[in-house]
């Protein structure tokens, strides 16, 4: 799908965010903050019955899911997708999902981490969305990074938007399970967001071989490095029996795999940390310019 690509409605005044679970299950408690974090933003909470189901460590089966999902995409009263929570299990959704209901009222979809494989789903769909804190991490960031979140949602900065600014991507880890699969994102000439959290750092090594073997990396115009935090080494520190430290960290990683030619930026404030920045997926915005200013 060539760059730009649309962008939903902006949202307005009242308008309606669905909180949803596309992957593991949520609490009460954790439903009832998010709803509030939207009526202090000026939004109107959605839901419908089933947020709250659970199938081991998931909300619900992948067809419950999905189908909570493709009503949300029907919902005139929905403007914007909230995931509540990542981990592990929206990859599963994604032939599930009703794309021509999508395509006819594009809504935002927003989140991160486990959130990329819909993120994918909706850029080859040709349709831009956010990446963002989660319902369920929202509060731990600054009123600014909140702010920005739905700012993100209101206005399109007036920046050009051409194909080298656009940025798709997000989790590395999900990013590798969708290699070869339809569901990998249309990446040829776009930056390409990589952050990641709980790894061993051979299996980082593993998964960015992957992208390389893959040809990803010759396609993309630059990488964006989110955080990589919380990872471990097969070390006696993090549970080995005995030493055997990998001894590359995630910039020689990277070094090492992406071709010389092409850019790489560091230290993008996104991912799994409080401070996890929006980006929109699909299209140039201001802050997608400003990270790759003079590349």
């Known amino acids: 799908m060539p760059f730009p690509c649309r962008i939903p409605k902006t949202?307005?005044?009242?308008?309606?965010?669905?909180?949803?679970?596309?992957a593991r299950?949520?609490?009460?408690?954790q439903v009832t903050a998010a709803e509030q974090h939207i009526r202090l933003a000026g939004y109107t909470p959605i839901?419908?019955?089933?947020?709250?189901?659970?199938?081991?460590?998931?909300?619900?089966?992948?067809?419950?899911r999905s189908d909570y999902l493709n009503t949300g995409f029907l919902d005139d009263r929905v403007r914007a997708?909230?995931?509540?929570?990542?981990?592990?299990g929206c990859a599963s959704l994604l032939p599930l999902l009703d794309a021509k209901a999508f395509l006819t009222d594009p809504k935002w979809l927003v989140g991160f981490s486990d959130v990329t494989a819909l993120h994918c789903w909706a850029q080859i769909n040709g349709i831009a969305t956010l990446h963002a804190p989660v319902g369920s991490t929202y509060g731990q960031a600054s009123a600014k990074v909140?702010?920005?979140?739905?700012?993100?949602?209101?206005?399109?900065?007036?920046?050009?938007s051409e194909l080298n600014s656009a940025v798709v991507g997000g989790n590395l880890s999900v990013l590798y399970s969708l290699l070869g699969t339809p569901f990998f994102p249309p990446v040829d000439g776009a930056w390409l967001l990589l952050e990641d959290l709980d790894e061993y750092l051979y299996h980082v090594d593993r998964m960015l071989l992957a992208l390389r073997l893959a040809g990803v990396f010759e396609r993309v115009r630059g990488i964006l490095v989110g955080a990589f935090t919380e990872l471990r080494d097969n070390t006696i520190a993090h549970g080995q029996?005995?030493?055997?430290?990998?001894?590359?960290?995630?910039?020689?990683?990277?070094?090492?795999?992406?071709?010389?030619?092409?850019?790489?930026?560091?230290?993008?404030?996104?991912?799994?940390?409080?401070?996890?920045?929006?980006?929109?997926?699909?299209?140039?915005?201001?802050k997608s310019v400003h990270w790759t200013r003079g590349f």
């Open 146 to 160: 909140q702010s920005d979140m739905w700012q993100s949602m209101v206005q399109m900065e007036d920046e050009s």
């Open 11 to 22: 949202l307005q005044p009242g308008d309606g965010v669905l909180l949803v679970a596309p």
């Open 241 to 286: 029996s005995f030493d055997n430290p990998f001894g590359r960290d995630v910039r020689q990683m990277l070094e090492n795999h992406v071709p010389e030619m092409t850019p790489i930026v560091y230290d993008i404030s996104v991912g799994h940390l409080a401070e996890n920045e929006s980006v929109i997926l699909g299209v140039a915005s201001a």
């Open 81 to 88: 997708i909230w995931a509540m929570r990542g981990g592990y």
């Open 25 to 29: 299950f949520v609490t009460e408690d």
């Open 47 to 64: 839901s419908y019955d089933g947020l709250l189901e659970r199938d081991g460590q998931f909300a619900g089966s992948a067809a419950d």
